[in-house]
């Protein structure tokens, strides 16, 4: 109810479209199988998922790439419908402290993420060995230009675990006044009584 509450919009214009393109598969796929064309049409897809990007030596295909595209957009998306369904409808049904709801939606969000993109990594035939060497390019990024970044998300845990800032308390930060909308890893959203939307970063609600 929540959902359609507040995306009325989205819904009415992609509901229809999302049909149109399922009929238009199930459409596709019947004449085919008139056709008796279903049988060369799945071979000659096959030969094309088969194809090796890296070499035939490499077990990177194109179709796995484009099943980890395929499974990191459809878990990013599940897993959003999982957060917004926990925050809106489930837990404001319990007596829970504030603050409490968007916590553990946001840790059950992150999670989620985290196995979608290793299960995308599996299904990409990618060893996780290999990126070791990923891991101290990062690294090295880090040390040299990722340090605002780093320290907004670890602001954002401490902000997410302690919870000293909850939603819809009044800040005044750095002479911006507004009510708090939202509380995120890196970034939050305060909403000044003017209707203006202004993000700040977690290190500055952090060091309040």
């Known amino acids: 109810i929540a959902a359609v509450r507040l995306h009325r919009r989205a819904i009415t214009r992609w509901v229809p479209r999302v049909v149109a393109g399922i009929g238009v598969f199930i459409w596709l796929t019947a004449t085919l199988d008139l056709l008796s064309l279903s049988e060369s049409f799945t071979d ?19 179709g796995s790439v484009l099943g980890f595209f395929l499974i990191v957009l459809v878990g990013y998306f599940a897993a959003a419908a999982i957060r917004f369904g926990l925050r809106e409808e489930i837990l404001k049904r319990f007596q829970l402290s504030r603050g409490l709801p968007e916590l553990i939606s946001s840790a059950l969000y992150y999670v989620a993420l985290l196995m979608v993109f290793l299960s995308a990594v599996n299904v990409a035939g990618v060893e996780l060995n290999k990126f070791t060497v990923l891991t101290g390019a990062i690294g090295v990024g880090v040390g040299f230009g990722l340090q605002n970044i780093i320290n907004n998300f670890v602001s954002g845990l401490i902000l997410q675990i302690e919870r000293p800032i909850h939603i819809d308390d009044v800040l005044e930060i750095d002479g911006t006044t507004g009510k708090v909308t939202r509380i995120g890893v890196r970034s939050s ?19 309040k």
């Open 44 to 62: 000659a897809v096959n030969r094309f998922l088969d194809f090796h990007i890296a070499g035939s030596a490499s077990g990177i295909t194109l």
């Open 189 to 207: 959203t305060v909403q000044t009584f003017q209707g203006a939307e202004v993000i700040i970063p977690n290190a500055n609600l952090d060091r």
